[in-house]
């Protein structure tokens, strides 16, 4: 398995629903020994493994060398970063290309060609749809880059006001007031950045209060014991700290 952080915490092997990621050393005896179990597997439970979707990412490697692997397991070969489960393995969130997905999604849900069969209230609600149908995983666990949310915020301000990437209408209100919450006299429309912030808060609540989840663990391991603490303030009472 891989090997996180200096106490020996092993993992093997990850499974989400019918997914699996085997980790093993990029030594040919430790490939031929995943081969044979593979194949044990399929002999036994009358599965059939799908070579075609199946793939070899070596990490610290040459191409050849993972090539070489991936002949051995009738694979494909990739590199970083790849995809699993909808997310960028290996991509760096501070770059545009790895949202790009999620800006073609939003382009493509919010088209110009939808927005003339559509009152002002169906684009609305359009709009608030898109974004509630968002990859919550890239959110949750990315921040997004200011020049990203602002592309968003471009993409659905010209849906809702008409206009297109060539021509600009006039917008008869500011995206700042459009975005505040109908009791304080906004459309209720999400911001991305503050939906981002969000669900990071959620980790982070769920880092301090959780003890024993692997994620953790695999955090702990690498860069220190984390958690909550209480720090007693004489003036405005105890407080609780992420440290």
Not at 16 to 24: K, L, V, Y
Not at 49 to 63: A, E, F, P, Q
Not at 145 to 154: F, R
Not at 227 to 233: D, N, Q
């Given at each position: 398995?891989?090997?996180?952080?200096?106490?020996?915490?092993?993992?093997?092997?990850?499974?989400f629903?019918?997914?699996?990621?085997?980790?093993?050393?990029?030594?040919?005896?430790?490939?031929?020994?995943?081969?044979?179990?593979?194949?044990c597997?399929?002999?036994?439970?009358?599965l059939?493994?799908?070579?075609y979707?199946?793939v070899?990412?070596?990490?610290g490697?040459?191409?050849?060398?993972?090539?070489?692997?991936?002949?051995?397991?009738?694979?494909v070969?990739q590199?970083?970063p790849?995809?699993?489960l909808?997310?960028?393995?290996?991509g760096?969130?501070?770059?545009?290309?790895?949202?790009k997905?999620i800006?073609?999604?939003?382009?493509?849900?919010?088209?110009?060609?939808?927005?003339?069969?559509?009152?002002f209230?169906?684009?609305?609600?359009?709009?608030?749809?898109?974004?509630?149908?968002?990859p919550?995983?890239?959110?949750?666990?990315?921040?997004?880059?200011?020049?990203?949310?602002?592309?968003?915020?471009?993409?659905?301000?010209?849906?809702?006001?008409?206009?297109?990437?060539l021509?600009?209408?006039?917008?008869?209100?500011?995206?700042?007031?459009?975005?505040?919450?109908?009791?304080?006299?906004?459309?209720?429309?999400?911001?991305?950045?503050?939906?981002?912030?969000?669900?990071?808060?959620?980790?982070?609540w769920?880092?301090?209060?959780?003890t024993?989840?692997?994620?953790?663990?695999?955090?702990?391991?690498?860069?220190?014991?984390?958690?909550?603490?209480?720090?007693?303030?004489?003036v405005?009472?105890p407080?609780l700290?992420l440290?």
């Amino acid at each position: 398995g891989a090997v996180v952080g200096s106490n020996d915490l092993s993992i093997p092997h990850l499974q989400f629903a019918n997914d699996t990621i085997i980790f093993c050393e990029a030594d040919r005896e430790e490939v031929l020994t995943v081969k044979r179990i593979l194949r044990c597997f399929e002999i036994v439970f009358g599965l059939k493994i799908n070579y075609y979707k199946s793939v070899v990412c070596g990490i610290g490697l040459t191409d050849e060398l993972s090539k070489e692997y991936a002949s051995m397991l009738n694979y494909v070969h990739q590199s970083l970063p790849l995809n699993y489960l909808g997310m960028p393995l290996g991509g760096n969130p501070r770059r545009r290309r790895t949202w790009k997905p999620i800006i073609d999604k939003v382009n493509q849900k919010l088209a110009s060609w939808k927005r003339r069969f559509l009152s002002f209230a169906g684009r609305l609600t359009m709009i608030k749809s898109v974004l509630s149908s968002l990859p919550t995983y890239y959110l949750s666990l990315f921040k997004m880059p200011e020049g990203v949310a602002k592309e968003i915020d471009k993409i659905q301000s010209r849906f809702l006001w008409g206009g297109d990437t060539l021509r600009r209408k006039i917008h008869l209100v500011k995206w700042g007031e459009v975005t505040q919450s109908k009791s304080s006299g906004g459309l209720g429309i999400r911001k991305v950045r503050l939906m981002n912030a969000c669900l990071h808060l959620k980790w982070r609540w769920r880092l301090g209060s959780e003890t024993d989840a692997l994620w953790k663990q695999v955090i702990s391991r690498k860069y220190g014991e984390v958690g909550w603490r209480l720090w007693p303030l004489p003036v405005d009472g105890p407080r609780l700290s992420l440290v």
